[in-house]
């Protein structure tokens, strides 16, 4: 799936790939074309960054999975794990991405 | 006993005949004695009034009354709090509306008992249901207890709701920790909207935690949209409500 991002959108998602499925990370990192043409014009404040997220289903579940089950274990009870729900609130906009491929 | 007849009028000595008819010799004997059961023995009436110059269970509508006018002041303040409250669902707001009619219902109910303690007479019972007594309890009671579970429901819902109200109030002076809004907002735009703040948190369910450090956090998840998801929004405040600690949408 072809998708638009600003830069530095784009470092977020690496780095979400890097730490997440580091098996995807060159794949997508290699799929980028910067798009000059808008921002060229005077519309954009920065370039596009275009990059082809190409994943199997499985993998779009487990993503999600493991980060929603990331949000669940932080507020396990009447306890808060507040590291791990800070973790879950970095990968969040990553979460909603991968969650848009489905 | 004659000479005793001789030193008294009728009226004392039927005033010391005991019902049914006996004459009392400790009566006889002391004059300040004047049973409250004694009748006249001709005319059956009561020689002393048990009550004289007012109805015989007045201290009885003088308590009632001010137990009424007493349930009708809590009613409606109760009511007043809610329709002041910002957070307040229209259930709650009907329950106000509910419990300030039968607030102010029961106050008049009060009245009119303070009323028939002075005189005798209750203006609601005897002006609005005829004398009907039976029908005049049924009403007075049945306002009474609309009034007492209506301010039980809302002095619960507002003691529960406590740090809903207080994070709803303080929000729009509310901070974000360190640099967390400024590696957010690009992405996250409602984080400038105080009136999404405050709508995450007016309909969002609420659930408090406690973190690692002890601190004490309240949660507030609310269904929501962002751009053309749908998901739900997730608003974490401390509990002294001046920070707010997360805030995040998660698609569905």
Known sequence: ?102 | MKSFISSCNIDEILYNIDVPGNLNSYSIDNPLYFPVNSYNIFTSLPLVPENPGASDDSWFHFLKGGGFIATSIFAIVAAVSIFVCPVASPLLIGVGVVTAGAGVATGINGAAEIQEGFTGDNFVRDDWFGGNQTAYNWYSFGTSAVATVGTIWIGGWMSYNQPRIQAYKNVGKAEFPGNYYLENIGSRPYFDSILTHKQIIKYGEMTSKIGKNGKLFYIFTSNGSFGATVGSYELNMTSNYQYLWHLLFTGV
């Open chain 1, 1 to 102: 799936m072809i998708i638009e991002l600003t830069k530095k959108k784009y470092q977020y998602v690496l780095d979400c790939f890097y730490k997440l499925k580091p098996q995807y990370y060159e794949d997508i990192k290699n799929s980028l074309v910067i798009d000059n043409t808008i921002f060229a014009l005077g519309f954009l404040k920065e370039p596009n960054y275009i990059i082809d997220i190409n994943l199997p289903s499985d993998v779009i579940t487990e993503i999600l999975w493991y980060l929603k089950n990331m949000r669940d274990k932080s507020m396990n009870n009447n306890a808060f794990d507040d590291d791990l729900y800070s973790e879950f609130d970095y990968y969040v906009e990553f979460y909603n991405l991968i969650n848009s491929l489905k």
